[in-house]
């Protein structure tokens, strides 16, 4: 494609004489198209970053359930994967039968397989790729069989494909295992080991071992500060022209033309870029405002967390029912605690993985998100809590605000006990002093229980809604 | 650290595009469309403008969570020296009840003693600290920005003890000849506890006091927070983006999730 681009550019010399008789006007005109194409780009490697982390966060939420067919369709299929010390699996096929051998598929009674989607570091690339790094935190049980902590760190590739992202490489190095009984300073259990019955198709491509051994994890990316390189294929050759630029000069071209026919043109233009930045500072003020929630509610600030809702906002934790309105939420909130006051009681609830659409009208928002809680008055065992929410924000008068606020929690669990033998699965449920307006809408059982909280969201690859496998 | 082409570039090749690829597109010149479209150019590139503000400031949150997540990454292996080139020369960090320390020597002096002297791990240390819930608030300016922070920690020496960690950051960021860094790290430290029994059943096994003894900070810490099972609420740089609800009564008392 470069030779390609070079080749045109060439050609187009031979007019360039006739540029010149342009006027001032159409020059100024021409100008502001190349700006506005600048602009489309940016924005677009911008839709890219979170379409990327959405992309990771939806490929964690499936495999926590086991839906291997759906987390299958999310790579490319030329992808490879490797997980911990497994060897890599190239191919999509061959992709979905390595997941579809670390389980039976579908939510499973007696499983817990919780893996976290952390702290991800994304660098987009104008050739429509991208890496990234990402923590990963496990809470993994069999009941009355096992119970483990996990920790490990990703080092991933994505292509986008006909304009769609998908995997194209997704490496986890694993870096700790442990029993919960036991805990890390006590049992740290090796890499995983290639499976004897589905070998994998190449061996593990990077040899280390896990916790106690030390090992970093190459970073895709040069220091954000000092460094130059962002792990891009042109990384060394700054403004190169690639397939990206090279078709961004196309349209700019056909916009310049039209320019000249319509001033209009320039801005029916603007007003798209308006549209789409738009939807992506709603999408960042969507996350934020549910981080803040979390904030809120670890120090039981009643008031403050009230006040996020809307008017006619809900709120619906633990099947305990519907909440609806200010005075509602606030008087449910009572349930957690007394405001402001935690003498020797620890409420973080940690709120991460968000998966977050915008309506193309910019005024309504869902979000899938997951919530870590660690629980607990000091003299008695703390407490896991592990939780999904799925959640509804509307725009009112430009303010975002929480407009349907569901907890489907998947376990409180003691620090101590940990997940093997917990046996209770029925949620908190009604509360007869403090009513809720409405019965829950959503039936659920914790684990050990199997349950799958419904996804607002199609498969973003496949567009298949398929929950059962 | 350049992703885009230049503007420049794009002008060239969209001038040499433009001009031969539909003269007839072309109108004469004329005083008449002149003036007109002068009107309609200044909207135009107002507009232009203010998106591309807009667009810059969404680019600079990512790239400020893009500096703290890099931040986590370099704490979890102690890599020190990465880290250090993170922060602005004048920058200050204040860990738990340690103290402040000024400048980017400081700092890095700081971070050794920390490190036992050393940079990385050595084999049998556990230092994972996650990095999460970021809520970055930009200044009107594009200059600076504020964000707050929070981290679960898991730490360990293998054979020895293992330790539950969790504390939100309150963090302040710097943009300098185009790149942000960090400018201010306050991490609060609201537990670090042994694996066996976690919070329930042990106090704060530091105190939040880390080597401030060993090596005295530049300012003894800055506010009067405890540690746990004190607790306490580290003030908010952001105020609720919504509206606080102001309720009646001060609640009753609460049963717990």
Known sequence: MKKYSLIISCFLLLDVSQAIAQTEAELELIRIAGEIAGLELEIQLLEDENDVENLQRIFGFYTDKHQWAQAADLFASDATIELGGSGVYVGKENIQDYLQSLGEAGPQEGILDDHMQLQPVIHVYRNGTAKGRWHQFSQEAEFGVSHHWGAGTYENEYVKQDGVWKIGKLHLYSTMRTPVDDGWHVTALPRTQPSEELPPDLPSNVEYENYPAVYVVPFHYDNPVTGNDEGGPEASAVGTVDISTTLGIVSIASLGIRQSDNGEANLAAIEELEHRLGLLEDADEVERLQTIYGYYLARNQWDELTGIFAPDGTIEIAMRGVYRGAESIRRNLDLYGVQDELPGQLHNHMQYQPVIHIAEDGQTANLRSRAFSMMGTFGNQGRFMGGTYENIYVKRDGVWMLYKDQQINTYFAGTDDGWINLSRSAPPGITEANPPDEPPTMNFEMYPKAFLPPYHYENPVTGSTDVVE | ?257
């Open chain 2, 1 to 257: 650290m350049m992703r885009f082409i230049p503007t420049t570039f794009y002008l060239t090749a969209l001038t040499l595009l433009v001009a031969c690829s539909d003269q007839s597109a072309m109108p004469e010149a004329g005083s008449e469309l002149v003036a007109d479209k002068a009107i309609e150019l200044s909207e135009l590139q107002a507009r232009l403008n203010a998106l591309q503000a807009r667009a810059g400031r969404i680019k600079d949150s990512n790239d400020i969570k893009r500096l703290q997540r890099a931040y986590g990454y370099y704490l979890d292996e102690a890599l020190w020296d990465e880290l250090v080139d993170l922060f602005t020369e004048d920058a200050t960090v204040e860990y738990a009840r340690d103290g402040l320390y000024r400048g980017k020597n400081r700092i890095r002096d700081y971070l050794y003693v920390l490190g036992g002297g050393q940079q990385g791990l050595n084999e049998g240390q556990l230092n994972e600290h996650y990095q999460l819930m970021p809520v970055i608030t930009l200044a009107e300016d594009g200059l600076s920005a504020k964000g707050r922070w929070r981290a679960i920690i898991l730490n360990g020496d293998f054979g020895e003890v293992a330790m539950w960690g969790e504390g939100p950051y309150e963090n302040e960021y710097v943009k300098q000849e185009g790149v942000w860094k960090i400018s201010k790290v306050r991490w609060y430290q609201t537990i670090l506890v042994p694996y066996e029994g976690g919070w329930g059943l042990n106090e704060d096994v530091n105190k939040g006091i880390y080597v401030s003894s060993e090596f005295p900070p530049d300012v003894s810490q800055t506010d009067d927070f405890g540690s746990w099972p004190e607790t306490f609420l580290p003030p908010f740089h952001f105020d609720n983006p919504v509206g606080r609800y102001e309720s009646p009564t001060s609640g009753t008392e609460g049963e717990g999730l």
